[in-house]
């Protein structure tokens, strides 16, 4: 067979197997092939999910006392070092900061329950971005409440009120309850000292004496003190207006 008719041979046998050429040695679709991108292999796609930015803080974050020493971090995995963090929207607690490495300190000024989101920014190119909504809860470690509001009872300012130590701490407790007179004199109608344990929730506090005629402003001030932490929590009552005994002198 001459060489012609063996590559006229070849031809018409590939044909007839589905193999169409765009030259004398090229197959179509082979051509098609080599200008398809290759499949990414498992172990890319891999690396591209280690990749990925992510927080992995839980949105509830450690909660906290007023005045009390605050750390917290948050974290997050992939993406290229170094990791900025940044507060988007919502509010801290007033006395607590974010550093831009995620680092969260301070001491929280007042109780309540505060939302903020934050963001993390990696340096790759393209950069990648995420944000994440967390809430602080900032437990007020010490509350003084009206029980019985201070009333007058024939010729006596009485009444009582409730104290709440939630703090990790006992507490030294000073109550302290004046009426204060409409000349500025100041009369001592209840006093306490004592220690407040931890976990005491609602204890009743009552307070009264028979005082002169005449209108009185109620005063109630109770102080705790958490001697290990160097911490004093301060609450005050006070009634809306002058309580007036009518029998007496």
């Known amino acids: 067979m001459t060489?012609?008719?063996?590559?006229?041979f070849a031809r018409y046998a590939l044909l007839g197997a589905g193999w169409l050429f765009t030259s004398p040695f090229v197959p179509v679709h082979a051509a098609a092939q080599q200008t398809q991108s290759p499949p990414q292999s498992e172990d890319a796609l891999d690396e591209a999910d280690e990749n990925q930015l992510l927080i992995r803080t839980d949105?509830?974050?450690?909660?906290?006392?007023?005045y009390e020493p605050y750390h917290a971090w948050l974290r997050a995995d992939g993406g290229v070092p170094l990791l900025r963090w940044r507060i988007e929207s919502g509010e801290l607690p007033p006395g607590i900061q974010l550093d831009d490495n995620g680092m969260m300190h301070g001491a929280a000024q007042r109780a309540g329950d505060f939302q903020f989101t934050a963001?993390?920014?990696?340096?790759?190119?393209?950069?990648?971005?995420?944000?994440?909504?967390?809430?602080?809860?900032?437990?007020a470690a010490f509350s003084l409440n009206w029980k019985t509001?201070?009333?007058?009872?024939?010729?006596?300012?009485?009444?009582?009120?409730?104290?709440?130590?939630?703090?990790p701490d006992d507490m030294d407790l000073t109550f302290d309850v004046k009426a204060v007179a409409e000349n500025g004199r100041a009369t001592e109608i209840g006093y306490q000292h004592f220690r407040l344990r931890r976990g005491t929730v609602d204890k009743e506090l009552p307070f009264g004496d028979t005082l002169p005629y005449g209108g009185y402003l109620v005063d109630v001030n109770a102080v705790g003190e958490a001697p290990r932490r160097k911490l004093i929590y301060r609450e005050r009552l006070q009634t809306p207006g002058p309580l007036q005994v009518t029998i007496g002198p």
């Open 3 to 8: 060489s012609k008719s063996f590559r006229r």
């Open 59 to 66: 949105s509830d974050l450690p909660e906290t006392y007023p």
């Open 119 to 139: 963001s993390v920014t990696d340096a790759g190119k393209p950069q990648q971005s995420v944000q994440k909504r967390f809430r602080i809860h900032v437990r």
């Open 149 to 167: 509001p201070a009333h007058v009872n024939g010729n006596r300012i009485e009444g009582s009120v409730t104290v709440s130590n939630t703090s």
